[in-house]
């Protein structure tokens, strides 16, 4: 009977021509291929999606300011692509105002509009005295300039549910397709009484309300300065 061969192997992974040989023979394993081309075509992709992407963000301004820099017929596809975009806006832009809700209007208001875009409820505080609820009252004005898209609406919330705990103010209610998609009680969850209007922003992105390349959510002041007698307030709250 055959005794097996000891065959010495000091690194199966090594490129030599002693482990070709054993390959040959299917004494080894062959080598598994290298990451390193796979990882350079990912970077190399990464890459040229960046530069392909650089002017997504660009408004009709910048755009214009490039025209020294970028391919003319490059520039005029991003420049129609963003016309196309405020155009598509505009038309949705039907609201641009924040609604005072009563009760007996609620479901026509807020429950059937919902089939033709996202309706956001505020339920504001009953007492004047609710740090919070002035934050969201300011930034549902704010929200509701810049996204006429989406209805905002604002109710008292002892108004709209009787006995409705005053300590759960203010409540977001987030309506679409006549359902509830969310519901945010009091800030607590954002940025307390210091919640920005980007913080609401990411909650409609997170929804579906808006796209995350919507040209509208690009990182420019969405609040005035505070006064010093706001700051002042905020810091008495906390």
């Given at each position: 009977m055959d005794m097996p061969v000891n065959v010495p192997i000091d690194d199966p992974n090594a490129d030599t021509e002693w482990n070709d040989i054993l390959r040959q023979h299917g004494i080894i394993p062959e080598k598994p291929p290298s990451p390193t081309p796979i990882i350079e075509e990912a970077i190399l992709e990464a890459r040229k999606r960046e530069h392909e992407n650089r002017l997504e963000d660009k408004d009709l301004d910048e755009l214009a300011a490039l025209e020294d820099e970028e391919d003319d017929e490059f520039l005029e596809i991003y420049r129609k692509k963003r016309l196309e975009?405020?155009?598509?806006?505009?038309?949705?832009?039907?609201?641009?105002?924040?609604?005072p809700l009563q009760k007996p209007d609620y479901s026509r208001e807020v429950t059937e509009a919902s089939s033709k875009c996202f309706v956001l409820v505020n339920l504001t505080s009953s007492m004047g005295t609710n740090v919070e609820s002035r934050v969201l009252s300011d930034i549902w004005r704010q929200l509701a300039e810049k996204y006429g898209d989406i209805k905002f609406c604002e109710i008292r919330a002892n108004l709209c549910i009787e006995g409705y705990p005053e300590k759960n103010t203010p409540t977001i209610l987030v309506y679409k397709d006549g359902d509830i998609k969310r519901q945010i009680v009091t800030l607590r969850e954002l940025n307390g009484p210091r919640t920005r209007v980007e913080d609401l922003e990411k909650v409609l992105v997170s929804l579906g309300?808006?796209?995350?390349?919507?040209?509208?959510?690009?990182?420019?002041?969405?609040?005035?300065?505070?006064?010093?007698?706001?700051?002042?307030?905020?810091?008495?709250?906390?």
């Open positions: 975009e405020l155009s598509r806006l505009q038309k949705a832009s039907v609201h641009n105002q924040v609604y309300a808006l796209q995350e390349n919507d040209s509208r959510l690009r990182k420019k002041s969405d609040t005035p300065p505070k006064s010093d007698s706001d700051e002042q307030y905020l810091d008495d709250w906390d």
